[in-house]
């Protein structure tokens, strides 16, 4: 089974509005990823964060790692409507990807 | 090149017939990855290469996959005596590092397979 599992599984917002998806592992890890997809494209990397970081920020992308519960959260502030895609974290020692959360932004 | 390219972008073969996806990864990028994709989930891992060597093929669903980076570049995904539920992306990517550990991966646009 995969490492990374990523919820809610869908996520509908109105632009604007921050959204809010999460991520859960089960073993240690070196590091966690996030990517996106458009819609039938390839996947983007977004962000990658450390075991020992806590917290990581990249434009409007937060991202935070709480290694004690195994779980990432990804937040994207002042959403847009061009950030509708499906989101994935993946971790360094199993690059497998759960289903992903899908992100509509409603304009 | 610019970034990971992967040929041909579209196969349609009939059940039965086999079938190799290439995959020419970022140069310099030492690990090289192979995922399955049916629409509307996340990427399925297959097999992943460091340099030449296959580092873990837990994902290949059965014997009629098979993979291959001969010379630490270019890889070639081989389906055998394909079969409808083969049908679905198959995405490559590739790292700079070994095993991905830190460093992301590069996504290319992907192979779309339909076994007829």
């Known amino acids: 089974s995969q490492q990374g599992e990523e919820d809610p599984q869908a996520l509908s917002i109105q632009e604007g509005e921050n959204a809010t998806m999460n991520c859960s592992y089960k073993t240690s890890i070196n590091n966690l990823q996030w990517y996106r997809q458009n819609s039938g494209r390839g996947l983007v990397h977004l962000i990658l964060?450390?075991?020992?970081?806590r917290e990581k920020h990249s434009g409007r992308l937060r991202v935070t790692l709480d290694t004690s519960k195994k779980s990432s959260s990804l937040l994207i502030t002042a959403s847009r409507a061009a950030d509708t895609a499906s989101y994935f974290c993946?971790?360094?020692?199993?690059?497998?990807f759960g289903a992903g959360t899908r992100l509509t932004v409603k304009p | 090149g610019a970034g990971v390219s992967q040929s041909p972008r579209y196969k349609v073969t009939k059940r039965g017939q086999d079938v190799a996806l290439r995959c020419d990864p970022i140069s310099g990028h030492v690990s090289l990855y192979w995922y399955r994709q049916a629409l509307g989930q996340g990427p399925e891992f297959l097999t992943y290469?460091?340099?030449?060597?296959?580092?873990?093929k837990s994902g290949l669903p059965n014997d009629r996959f098979s993979a291959e980076r001969p010379e630490g570049s270019i890889s070639t995904l081989t389906i055998q005596r394909t079969e409808q539920r083969d049908s679905a992306m198959y995405r490559c990517?590739?790292?700079?590092?070994?095993?991905?550990?830190?460093?992301?991966?590069?996504f290319g646009p992907g192979t779309r397979l339909t076994v007829t």
């Open positions: 990517a590739s790292s700079l590092l070994a095993g991905g550990s830190l460093y992301e991966q590069y």
């Open positions: 993946a971790t360094d020692n199993d690059m497998r």
């Open positions: 290469f460091n340099y030449e060597a296959q580092q873990d």
């Open positions: 964060i450390r075991s020992n970081e």
